[in-house]
């Protein structure tokens, strides 16, 4: 079966030299996401899962794009065609669609849809672009998240990370499914990761009788904690303080993504936390909540007695 349908295949392309029955045109031409899924049925459920899908329908995108009033918010949240390095241009169709699949994969320069692999792909033409395994395509819309990987000189990529591979079909469709062989899927979901007690180092110090300082540092990821070119997410450090077992007080900063604010790569953060109750244990809590979610989101806690407390310089 196999064998004949590559048979007929290879005939018929050859034959009819640059005519290609298989070509659909419609490809070639930006579709809804949905039209990949027709053979993308895999990534196109992925993608739909994502924020790249929601960036147009988002509510809060909505809100402070003044209902897409504000033009210039808009290009990243529904581009035409990314670039490495640039804000994209804006689209003026399908916008519901977000960052489709269309304006990250086909470039009207070779009018065809790039990506990492060299492919034979009847429906549409294919061509290997090895920009896709790297961050720098990611850089036009992720432009300040970008320059903090730069700077951290990381050799893992954001795909890495946020579209980590499994082997797999990259495609579903009958007759195409049977000339394919497995390959590296990348989560087209985009998963945003959560932080955790091995990314961070959390030390934990007595300036004074009613002073605690905590000293955090990001260990692991390559860009800042929080990181973020327009949303606002934020990161939460709490103390609370506790005398036999009963809450008596509280202290809480606020971690921004802007430059020294954040927990920046590999450098150390020191918070003061104050309270003038008399206690005899703490827990520190390390919340993040991100700009699209209403809900904080818990990344560390721990109990600590204050005999267990180190003084500072020690
Ligand atoms: C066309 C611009 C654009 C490109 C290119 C792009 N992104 Fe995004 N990305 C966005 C926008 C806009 C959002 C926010 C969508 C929303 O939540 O409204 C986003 C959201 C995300 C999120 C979720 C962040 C959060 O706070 O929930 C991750 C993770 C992400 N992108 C990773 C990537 C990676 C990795 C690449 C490169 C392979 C990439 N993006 C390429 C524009 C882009
Ligand atoms: C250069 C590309 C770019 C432009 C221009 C842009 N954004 Fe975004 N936006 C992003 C990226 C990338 C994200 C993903 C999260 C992050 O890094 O902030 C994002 C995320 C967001 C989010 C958080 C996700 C969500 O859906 O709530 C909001 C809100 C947002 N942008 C609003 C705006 C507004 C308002 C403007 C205009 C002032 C704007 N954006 C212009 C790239 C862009
Ligand atoms: C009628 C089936 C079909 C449809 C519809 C289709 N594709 Fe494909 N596509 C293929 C085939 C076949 C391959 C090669 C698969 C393989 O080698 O495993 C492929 C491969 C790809 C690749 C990999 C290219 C590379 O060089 O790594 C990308 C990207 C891609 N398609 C994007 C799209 C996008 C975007 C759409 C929607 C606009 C789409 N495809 C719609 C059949 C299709
Ligand atoms: C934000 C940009 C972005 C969007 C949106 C996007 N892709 Fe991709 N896609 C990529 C990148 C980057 C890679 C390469 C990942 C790597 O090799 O590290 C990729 C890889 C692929 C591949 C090759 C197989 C693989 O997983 O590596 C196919 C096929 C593909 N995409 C199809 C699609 C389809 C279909 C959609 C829409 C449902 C889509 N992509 C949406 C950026 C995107
Ligand atoms: C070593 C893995 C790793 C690499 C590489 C990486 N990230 Fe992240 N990223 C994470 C983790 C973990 C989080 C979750 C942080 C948290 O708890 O909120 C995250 C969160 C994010 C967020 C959501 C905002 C936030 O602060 O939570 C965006 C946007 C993002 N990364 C974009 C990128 C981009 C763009 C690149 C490449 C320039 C990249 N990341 C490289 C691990 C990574």
Sequence with gaps: MRIILILIATVMITACNNFNPFLEEDLLKRPKAKRCADCHKKIYDQWKDSRHFHS??????????????KVKCL?????????VGEKPELRNFHREDGINCASCHFKDETKSMHGPYKVFSPPHPSKQDLTYTKSE?????????????????????????HMPSKKDKI??????DLFHSKKDLHNHSFPVLKASEKDLEIKISKEDESTILVTITNKTVPHNLPTA????P?????????????????DSQLILHKGDEAFVYQKPKTLEFTTFEEYNSISIKIERKLSWKKKRELIFFKKVRRDEIRDSGL
């Design 56 to 69: 147009w329908n988002s509510e809060t995108f909505k809100r402070s794009s003044q209902n897409y009033s």
């Design 75 to 83: 290009s990243c949240h529904a581009p035409y065609e990314i670039k």
């Design 137 to 161: 395509i990611c850089s036009g819309c992720h432009q300040e998240t970008y320059k903090e990987w730069k700077k951290t000189g990381s050799e893992n990529s954001c795909q890495s990370c």
């Design 171 to 176: 495609i579903q469709k009958f007759p195409f």
């Design 229 to 232: 070119d327009q949303g606002k």
């Design 234 to 250: 934020k990161f939460y450090v709490t103390v609370e303080f506790y005398k036999d077992d009963n809450k008596i007080d509280e």
